[in-house]
């Protein structure tokens, strides 16, 4: 077990009767023994490890880089498992299933999930084979099916689609819900399987989100998380990684809706508990390290819009403009972001330059 003291946050939020979006966040502590379900977001570093463990059952979505794999093995066994009920490989990318085959070559694995692509990588192919020498049954990851584990269920809400132009957008979704706590796990889905799930009219209401793809732009668009309106945040990312993630326009997005978002590279792994009706937050590291923490600012689902455009000459400016301030209601539209303005063609009002 880690040796770092561990800090315990607290958070509860509180449904109200009603069922409506009234929350109370406050610290509270869960007992140990009536935590249901503990959800660990492993520091991998950059790349995704996330452990889901409810009454002694347990379930493993991918396990980092290949130099993770024994981490994540070590991290398992600690936990005391002797098994895996499920284990879910996102997409083919080697900072999701890098760690993988060396975790299914070193616990006994029941089941293994995921969606079938063309990717033919070593690192892959390990993988596989890992699968197949283990007598692991193999399971093609199909929308709308339900798995349980212990006293928490998962349940499969993409890839929709089947002609993508990269593997993050056949990552394999999970809505992971115990009691009336949800947790959204989106492995590095993008915008486009994002929309997918909207249109699709899912039901994506989470308390937890784990951004996609690290925290990336192309991810954590403004509708899906309007759709999600996460109380949480989690970013699984690398310290000083190659690709800036998590990028200022998710981070931005997450600050402007009141969303408290934790990170595997500034506080290391994460864990979240619940009792099904009460969330609390464990991490690796020091309580001033979770700068963003906000508790009481419940998030309303409204992204703060800072960004008001003209649907007839598709302008757009600061909501602080003039030129906005004297726009007519009905020629409004909303954006939370510049670049969510500029990718639907509107330019920049040349006085306040937005
Ligand atoms: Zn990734
Ligand atoms: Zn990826």
């Not at 069922?19 to 007992?31: R, T, V, W, Y």
Request: hydrophobic share 35%; with cysteine; net charge negative.
């Amino acid at each position: 077990m880690k040796k770092l003291l561990c800090l315990l946050l607290t958070l509860i939020i509180l449904l109200s009767v009603t069922g409506c979006d009234l929350f109370s966040p406050k610290e509270q502590e869960i007992a140990d023994e009536n935590v249901k379900l503990r959800v660990h977001f492993i520091d991998v570093g950059q790349g995704d490890g996330i452990l889901l463990e409810s009454r002694g059952e347990f379930v493993l979505i991918d396990a980092g880089e290949k130099d993770k794999g024994s981490t994540v093995l070590k991290y398992i066994k600690d936990r005391g498992a002797d098994s895996l009920k499920y284990v879910i490989a996102t997409h083919p990318h080697s900072d999701h299933i890098g760690g993988l085959s060396k975790v299914i070559n070193g616990i006994d694995t029941e089941n293994f999930i995921t969606v079938e692509t063309d990717q033919s990588t070593s690192t892959w192919m390990n993988v596989l084979k890992a699968v197949d020498k283990n007598d692991v049954n193999y399971i093609d990851a199909v929308v709308g099916d339900k798995y349980t584990f212990g006293d928490a269920t998962f349940t499969i809400l993409a890839p929709l689609g089947n002609h993508y132009s990269g593997y993050n957008n056949y990552s394999v979704v999970t809505m992971v819900q115990c009691g009336d706590i949800r947790f959204l796990l989106t492995g590095d889905a993008e915008k486009e399987s994002e929309k997918e799930m909207i249109d699709a009219g899912e039901d994506l209401r989470a308390d937890v989100l784990k951004c996609g793809h690290h925290g990336s732009s192309t991810s954590s668009s403004a509708a899906f998380l309007k759709a999600v309106r996460p109380s949480y945040a989690i970013i699984s990312c690398g310290k000083n990684n190659d690709y800036g993630h998590p990028h200022q326009e998710t981070i931005k997005k997450l600050k402007l809706m009141g969303c408290t978002y934790l990170r595997t590279d500034t506080l290391g792994t994460i864990v979240a508990s619940t009792d099904g009706e009460y969330l609390s937050f464990t991490t690796d590291k020091g309580k001033s390290e979770i700068a963003t923490y906000s508790a009481g600012v419940a998030p309303t689902g409204e992204i703060a819009l800072e960004y008001i455009g003209n649907k007839n000459s598709h302008v757009f400016h600061y909501a602080e403009c003039s030129g906005a301030k004297s726009m007519n209601e009905k020629n409004k539209v909303r954006f939370a972001t510049r670049e969510e303005a500029v990718e639907a063609g509107y330019t920049p009002c040349s006085q306040c330059n937005p």
